[in-house]
């Protein structure tokens, strides 16, 4: 992703452009769209103990840091963090951003909020599970051994995320 290379495109999620930047991908030289297919890479942003002494402070605050459109869009302006509420994806995708957001810099002036807010409307997890990271995990490897040659075919390749899920879980 360096310049000079010849990438045609990435496949990431939002935190990308925060990962990326200034770590070889030059600035303005990217820009984002939707996939083909959208997905939603999930994480923990605060985490509370089940002994916490106080749950409704906790609960509170996770509610807040979450919920609270306006907190997303002050979270995001002041940290170029991504959030996952739609409202204020919306908002930023429509003028909130602020004007020396990295992403803008990142993305050549685009506002990739436009395209993150519109994804986030096809987003379809009817059909996710726990089992999902798994194999993600077995893509992975499938992937780097296809490009390293291992898997010399993709049939190869898709046999072994196979064979990985019923070794690991029983999955047929």
């Known amino acids: 992703m360096q310049e000079g290379n010849k990438v045609f495109c990435y496949f990431g999620c939002t935190w990308m452009a925060s990962v990326f930047s200034g ?3 030059p600035d303005g030289a990217w820009g984002t769209v939707i996939g083909p297919t959208c997905y939603y890479w999930g994480g923990t942003y605060v985490s509370v103990g089940k002994d916490t002494p106080n749950p409704g402070l906790c609960a509170f605050i996770l ?6 459109p306006d907190i997303a869009v002050q979270i995001t302006n002041q940290t170029g963090d991504a959030v996952n509420n739609i409202e204020a994806n919306e908002r930023l995708a429509n003028g909130e951003l602020s004007s020396d957001s990295f992403q803008l810099n990142f993305f050549g002036g685009q506002n990739p909020y436009a395209v993150w807010a519109d994804s986030s409307k096809r987003l379809r997890l009817e059909y996710s599970t726990f089992y999902d990271r798994y194999y993600e995990g077995y893509i992975k490897d499938a992937a780097i051994k296809y490009v390293d040659g291992s898997y010399g075919t993709v049939d190869q390749a898709i046999a072994g995320i196979r064979q990985a899920g ?3 879980l029983g999955i047929p």
């Open 23 to 25: 770590n070889g991908a």
């Open 63 to 68: 509610y807040e840091l979450t919920c609270d």
């Open 166 to 168: 019923k070794k690991e």
